[in-house]
């Protein structure tokens, strides 16, 4: 067997617990911009981890106000950053493959803007390698373009890699790279 040449992370729910700074980030948006308040149970449940392309119809957004309401929420998510919960233990793991030459690359659905201030806010901006945003690619999770991506800049083959994911969206996104692919099911 090659050793792992490259690891490579999903962010929201795996790396780092940050429901609640989406939800409120977003919720703060949609009342802002479309007058009406989110659930949090079913943002939690149905929308959390997905594309915001996808998830913000089923919040009574309309076709007209998406782009409106992820940019707000973009600008709003820094307000939040107190809310978000570490992985320590999954960021243990990432320092130690780190320390044994492995390339380290994020990849999230979410914006580079908040990636960027999620990891500075932590400290752990200079860890990655590579971050891969739904700005980097066309298509986003379930797709596997993200980790495609990753792998190609790397020059990385799919014995040489290792994904760490949480949910079935970054799992089915995961498993056409054939890869090793390790499910986070809880912090």
């Known amino acids: ?19 609640m ?7 703060d948006a949609v009342r802002s911009l479309c007058g009406h308040e ?3 149970d ?6 959390y981890s997905r594309n915001y392309r996808s998830f913000l119809p089923d919040l009574g957004v309309g076709e007209s106000d ?19 919960k570490v992985n320590e233990k999954l960021i243990y793991i990432a320092k130690l493959l780190r320390n044994e030459g492995c390339k380290l690359a994020i990849v999230t659905t979410g914006s580079k803007v908040n ?10 901006g200079e860890l990655f390698d590579l971050l891969v945003t739904q700005e980097t690619v ?8 993200g980790y495609i ?36 099911l809880s912090f």
């Open 1 to 19: 067997m090659n050793t792992i040449k490259l690891a490579m992370f999903d962010l929201d729910g795996t790396l780092f617990d940050t429901s």
């Open 21 to 27: 700074s989406n939800f409120y980030s977003y919720y």
């Open 38 to 40: 989110i659930d949090k």
């Open 42 to 47: 079913f943002f939690l449940t149905k929308c």
């Open 66 to 84: 998406i782009k409106a309401v992820h940019d707000l929420k973009i600008k709003l998510y820094s307000g939040y950053l107190d809310t978000i």
């Open 115 to 124: 990636t960027e201030e999620i990891l500075s806010y932590f400290g752990y």
């Open 138 to 145: 066309n298509t986003a999770k379930p797709a596997p373009d």
């Open 149 to 184: 991506y990753a792998m190609e800049y790397f020059g990385a083959d799919a014995d040489e890699c290792m994904i760490f994911e949480d949910s079935d969206v970054g799992v089915a996104s995961a498993l056409p790279c054939k890869t090793g692919v390790m499910r986070i």
